[in-house]
Antibody
Framework: EVQLVESGGGLVQPGGSLRLSCAAS????????MNWVRQAPGKGLEWVSY????????YYADSVKGRFTISRDNAKNSLYLQMNSLRDEDTAVYYC??????????WGQGTLVTVSS | VIWMTQSPSLLSASTGDRVTISCRMS??????LAWYQQKPGKAPELLIY???TLQSGVPSRFSGSGSGTDFTLTISCLQSEDFATYYC?????????FGQGTKVEIK
């Protein structure tokens, strides 16, 4: 069974940093591209970042470019999102999401990041 | 950036109704479109990919159509478990973008 389990969310002050992790199991993690997608409270879905299976290709949404860094460790079946210079508008549930090549076929349960003073 | 216009934003319907949700792109994306269902407090779930291919395990009352710039999600006979929010998403080019969502509520 495919499982994606996020961790690392919490309350952080504006300008602060947080590192999200996603532990993957039930599939060959190193064969899949992965994404982070977020959802602000009561709002729609927003794609945040993409990383290819070998980490050779990375993309970011303009809203996070220069502040967030996506990475992965295929030996540990883990995906990461380093978030720096956090802003109020970064408050959201962050989902780890597997790229099937035809959209996102599996999502984690999400981890809540709250940016507030 | 490919902009998406999803409509309606709110749809009131009754069990047994046929409902249709539309998604229009600012430029052509061939068939690189997915549809997701999201229930409150839960992660989205993939319903349809490649515009019209049903994800494994998804009931056949769900169907998708379209290509290029205009796409449609149809639920042929609405069931109680279908009351949720639906999103379209293009994966033709980065940045991936989602529609604004359509909440299907009980009439």
């Amino acid at each position: 069974e495919v499982q994606l389990v996020e961790s690392g969310g919490g309350l952080v002050q504006p300008g602060g940093s947080l590192r999200l992790s996603c532990a993957a199991s039930g599939f060959t993690f190193s064969s899949y591209s992965m994404n982070w997608v977020r959802q602000a409270p009561g709002k729609g879905l927003e794609w945040v970042s993409y990383i290819s299976s070998s980490s050779s290709t990375i993309y970011y949404a303009d809203s996070v470019k220069g502040r967030f860094t996506i990475s992965r460790d295929n030996a540990k079946n883990s995906l990461y999102l380093q978030m720096n210079s956090l802003r109020d508008e970064d408050t959201a549930v962050y989902y780890c999401a597997r790229d099937s090549g035809m959209g996102i076929d599996y999502w984690g349960q999400g981890t809540l990041v709250t940016v507030s003073s | 950036v490919i902009w998406m216009t999803q409509s309606p934003s709110l749809l009131s319907a009754s069990t047994g109704d046929r409902v249709t949700i539309s998604c229009r792109m600012s430029q052509g994306i061939s068939s690189y479109l997915a549809w997701y269902q999201q229930k409150p407090g839960k992660a989205p779930e993939l319903l349809i990919y490649a515009a019209s291919t049903l994800q494994s395990g998804v009931p056949s009352r769900f169907s998708g159509s379209g290509s290029g710039t205009d796409f449609t999600l149809t639920i042929s006979c609405l069931q109680s478990e279908d009351f949720a929010t639906y999103y379209c998403q293009q994966y033709y080019s980065f940045p991936w973008t989602f529609g604004q969502g359509t909440k299907v509520e009980i009439k």
